[in-house]
């Protein structure tokens, strides 16, 4: 077993365009999301690990769902109660929505295997996008590696250290604290 560990390269030149129209894809699906969020009249939802709605936020329980937790500010968290009508319909519209596109997709179109993740026997390690706004807009990959694994990063990927990865995020959430 080899030993796993992550690249950070952030996205430049033309792979800029990769970046973008996958997070427009991204925007899109996560605007489906909100649309039965509103339909249900449910405060948020959070997101499933395939990329779709695992759960809604409700200020009052409504028919057909069921409690499964409690949210911020006493919010309550419900899914769709499979056993009501009421609750049947719920999941078939939240099952109807959308999956948001993972960062293994933009990862593959980089030449990263085609499964966009590695194991080391023990865990399994995914690829990972990433989009900062402030104070510019920029993109990340996070791939796991291993030594040996033949992977070259294309041009439009740039490798950089984690501190300076840290950094981009640190210096976007103070700009986004202010501006809140």
Do not use: C
Request: avoid cysteine; charged fraction near 25%.
């Amino acid at each position: 077993m080899t030993q796993v560990f992550v690249t950070t390269y952030e996205i430049v030149g033309e792979g800029l365009k990769l970046a973008e129209a996958h997070f427009a894809e991204v925007d899109r699906v996560e605007g489906e999301h909100w649309k039965v969020v509103k339909q249900f009249s449910a405060k948020g939802y959070r997101p499933g690990p395939t990329g779709g709605i695992r759960s809604l936020f409700f200020k009052e329980m409504p028919t057909g769902f069921r409690k499964v937790g409690f949210g911020k500010n006493k919010a309550i968290e419900a899914v769709p109660h499979k056993g009501s009508k009421a609750g049947k319909a719920a999941h078939a519209a939240i099952d109807a929505v959308p999956r948001t596109p993972r960062g293994e997709r933009l990862a593959v179109q980089f030449g990263y295997g085609d499964a966009g993740h590695i194991t080391d026997g023990y865990s399994i390690y995914f690829a990972t996008a990433m989009r900062i706004h402030l104070p510019r807009e920029r993109y990340f990959l996070r791939l796991p590696r291993q030594e040996g694994d033949g992977y070259v990063a294309p041009d439009t990927l740039k490798a950089m250290p984690e501190s300076e990865f840290m950094a981009a995020i640190e210096a976007h959430n103070e700009i986004a604290q202010r501006s809140a």
